[in-house]
């Protein structure tokens, strides 16, 4: 397995396994108080649909980045392929729902509560570190992504931008 790969596990582990797992499960008291059957089961679609989008993005950024989500080990490349064709943010938006999935789960005020407290921290660390950053990395390219993506709500189609046309393997 590659640095990259190595990486973005470990990552996986420290980023959004304490936001979206060790947090709510600390303020749900170790998931001990469930909600009715339905809010569980949408809970839980909530968070396999989270979880899922979550790995699809971590693998995005070892194959086509070839680095890592984590900001002290980029990508070599901008990564605009996969999910990212729909919507710029979508590692945050799955951890969003993960957290959402068991705020439903357990009816828990307080993980919505740090839901929210997530929500202001991301969108500040975007604005103010991740959107600069990429823009003085990537120049035009992040540019021209930026104009045809949207950051937090998903696109009705995929972007056909550079290499993302029919012929691509992305």
């Known amino acids: 397995m590659s640095h990259a790969a190595w990486g973005s596990v470990l990552f996986f582990l420290v980023a959004p396994g304490v ?3 060790v947090v709510p499960w600390l303020l749900t008291a170790g998931y001990s108080d469930p909600a009715a059957p339905v809010s569980v089961t949408l809970g839980l ?3 396999v649909v989270g979880v899922t989008v979550l790995v699809a993005c971590f693998v ?3 194959r086509e980045g070839r680095g890592t989500p984590a900001p002290v080990a980029p990508t070599q490349e901008l990564v605009v392929g996969g999910i990212y064709r729909w919507v710029r943010n979508p590692m945050y938006l799955a951890v969003g729902a993960i957290i959402l999935g068991q705020a439903v789960a357990f009816g828990s005020g307080a993980v919505v509560a740090w839901l929210a407290v997530f929500a202001v921290a991301v969108v500040s660390f975007v604005l103010g570190y991740e959107q600069p950053t990429l823009q003085a990395t990537y120049g035009e390219s992040y540019d021209e992504y930026r104009r045809h993506v949207p950051g937090w709500y998903p696109r009705l189609t995929p972007w056909q931008g550079p290499g993302q046309g029919p012929a691509s393997s992305r």
């Open 19 to 21: 936001m979206g797992g």
């Open 45 to 47: 679609v909530l968070v």
């Open 60 to 62: 995005q950024f070892v």
